[in-house]
């Protein structure tokens, strides 16, 4: 049962033009990075099933580059909207709805962490996804911004990408030969899946009081001291 709906799925993907898998996915990685969008598409979900389409190093490459490039556009997008139009995204219907405890939280952070808070929210749930136009908004600047941002970009991307093809090579060889093989892509994915969730919770823990308040510390490295 489950080696006939992995089958299924794998060979879905695979049979779809290399290029399109790899635009989409660079596609979906940019909307997921950019303003508030990320709170809605699933980037991560997107990338390992988009990796099960990994039949060659080319093809890894192609993706994991696309990963790369879709996050960095689209983290690029999310600071510059915060750095021109301000204040007022948080104001809007989708600023609203993701709350001022939470938009007060990457000030917080930003502000008690400076590059750190970039780099960091990367691998942390809300944050990834204001915390750019949050840096834009406080006067990062971009050349700052995009030096931390970019060695996370990529270790997210090579992650992702890597553990998924993994599995799916993994299985493809053992499917033939084992009828539970199924239960070692699943069991391959899992382990992954649950060591990112510690390493959020741990990252969580460890900077919860820069993200919790920042009541007289001046703003860190690369954030000019305006009201820009």
Same mark, same amino acid.
Request: contains cysteine; aromatic residues 10%; charged residues 15%.
């Given at each position: 049962? =489950?080696?006939? @709906?992995?089958?299924?799925?794998?060979?879905?993907?695979?049979?779809?033009?290399?290029?399109?898998?790899? @635009?989409?996915?660079?596609?979906?990685?940019?909307?997921?990075?950019?303003?508030?969008?990320?709170?809605?598409?699933?980037?991560?979900?997107?990338?390992?099933?988009?990796?099960?389409?990994?039949?060659?190093? %080319?093809?890894?490459?192609?993706? =994991?580059?696309?990963?790369?490039?879709?996050?960095?556009?689209?983290?690029?997008?999310?600071?510059? @909207?915060?750095?021109? @139009?301000?204040?007022?995204?948080?104001?809007?219907?989708?600023?609203?709805?993701?709350?001022?405890?939470?938009?007060?939280?990457?000030?917080?952070?930003?502000?008690?962490?400076?590059?750190?808070?970039?780099?960091?929210?990367?691998?942390?749930?809300?944050?990834?996804?204001?915390?750019?136009?949050?840096?834009?908004?406080?006067?990062?600047?971009?050349?700052?911004?995009?030096?931390?941002?970019?060695?996370?970009?990529?270790?997210?991307?090579?992650?992702?990408?890597?553990?998924?093809?993994?599995?799916?090579?993994?299985?493809?060889?053992?499917?033939?030969?084992?009828?539970?093989?199924?239960?070692?892509?699943?069991?391959?994915? %899992?382990?992954?899946?649950?060591?990112?969730?510690?390493?959020?919770?741990?990252?969580?823990?460890?900077? /919860?009081?820069?993200?919790?308040? /920042?009541?007289?510390?001046?703003?860190?490295?690369?954030?000019?001291? /305006?009201?820009?």
């Amino acid at each position: 049962m =489950v080696n006939n @709906l992995l089958d299924w799925l794998i060979g879905a993907v695979q049979q779809m033009n290399p290029v399109l898998v790899v @635009l989409v996915a660079g596609l979906a990685i940019m909307l997921e990075t950019s303003i508030l969008i990320g709170l809605v598409i699933p980037g991560d979900s997107v990338l390992l099933v988009a990796s099960t389409a990994v039949t060659s190093w %080319g093809m890894w490459g192609g993706l =994991v580059a696309a990963a790369i490039v879709g996050a960095l556009i689209g983290e690029s997008l999310g600071y510059w @909207l915060g750095r021109l @139009l301000g204040e007022p995204i948080k104001k809007s219907w989708l600023g609203r709805k993701i709350g001022a405890r939470n938009w007060q939280a990457a000030e917080n952070f930003l502000q008690n962490r400076g590059g750190l808070a970039v780099f960091v929210s990367r691998f942390l749930p809300v944050l990834h996804s204001i915390v750019p136009a949050t840096a834009g908004i406080a006067g990062m600047r971009y050349r700052t911004f995009m030096k931390w941002t970019a060695p996370a970009c990529i270790i997210w991307a090579f992650a992702y990408v890597s553990v998924g093809a993994a599995a799916t090579a993994s299985y493809q060889q053992l499917s033939s030969q084992l009828s539970w093989a199924g239960y070692i892509f699943i069991a391959i994915i %899992g382990v992954f899946l649950f060591i990112v969730w510690l390493g959020k919770r741990w990252l969580g823990r460890r900077f /919860s009081e820069d993200i919790e308040e /920042s009541d007289g510390i001046e703003k860190s490295d690369g954030i000019e001291k /305006s009201d820009h």
